[in-house]
Structures are given as C-alpha cells and as structure tokens.
C-alpha cells in the first residue's frame, strides 16, 4: 500500500447521495480516514469511496433503507476501531469489503440484513481483535468465506440464523 494521505473530515456521516458528492468533492482523493465512516439514511450507494484504504476509528453501516450494495469500500483493507452491518433490508451482499484483511477494533457485527447468502467477500480478512457476531441473517446459506480468517480476539458468534449446525462441523 502506498503512503496514505489522511482526509481533513476526521468522521464521516454519509445520510445521502448529497454527503457522499460534498465528501468526494472536498477530499482530494484521501486515502485514510482518522475518525468513523457512519453510513446511514437515505444514501443510495457509496460509490466513490474507493480511495479509502484505512479507517482509524469505526465503520458502520446501520439503518439503511435505500443502499443496495457497499461496492465503493473496494479499497479498505484496515479498520482500526470495530464494523457493524445492521438492519440495512435492501443491502444484497458485503461485496465492496473483499480486500478488508484486519479489524482492531472490540468487535465485526452483522445482524438484520436479509439477503446475504454468503460471506465469500470477506475471504482476505485474516484479524478480528474483539469477537465475532452474526444473527438475525435468515437468507445466509453457509459460512464459506471466512477461511482466511486466522485470529479472532473474543468469541465467534452465530444465533438466530436458519443456518444448518452442521456448517459448523
């Protein structure tokens, strides 16, 4: 990865298209953001994200009700604080986090987003410093993605999922 060039917004709250095109417009194509990514709202997709290879604080992704797909995160491979992905009822997949290879942060949770049938995007993370958590993903038909995944801090969760027990064997 090349030097990063930290972005003079510390946080970011993106409610809409309209924040995502202020942001784009006055970051001058920074590469790492030194506070949290709130993505919420009405926003629609993330789409010009792609520079953004760090987050030093968190990365959320909660309480959507427009955003389809997450592919504008194709370029984050670290989040220093935790993820949480939740109650997003028309996100598709986590396409858009397959080069995250590390989380530092207390915690990745994912929870109440309906139409995940896999975690294949997240194949090249390799960290979780805090515990691992997923519930609530009724259409999530197997596990395949979390392969790679070599360390994981706190516990490894999985409840309230149709997933068969025996993709835990």
């Known amino acids: 990865f090349l030097s ?9 709250t993106l409610q809409s298209q309209a924040d995502l095109e202020a942001f784009l417009v ?5 590469t790492e953001l030194t506070g949290d990514l709130f993505i919420t709202g009405n926003i629609q997709n993330v789409d010009g994200l792609d520079k953004i290879e760090k987050i030093q604080g968190n990365l959320i992704i909660s309480n959507t009700s427009q955003l389809e797909n997450i592919n504008g995160l194709e370029g984050l491979y670290e989040v220093g604080g935790y993820v949480r992905i939740q109650n997003n009822p028309l996100l ?3 396409i858009g986090l397959d080069n995250l290879q590390k989380v530092k942060g207390d915690f990745f949770y994912i929870s109440n987003n309906q139409h995940f049938k896999n975690l ?3 194949s090249k993370l390799d960290t979780i410093n805090g515990i691992f958590q997923m519930y609530n993903l009724d259409s999530l038909e197997t596990l395949q993605g979390l392969e790679n995944l070599k360390f994981i801090g706190g516990d490894f969760s999985v409840f309230k999922n149709k997933l068969p027990s025996d993709h835990f064997i």
């Open 4 to 12: 990063s060039q930290p972005c003079s917004q510390t946080h970011l």
């Open 26 to 30: 006055s970051s001058g194509g920074c």
């Open 92 to 94: 598709r997949s986590l």
């Open 120 to 122: 294949n995007p997240l």
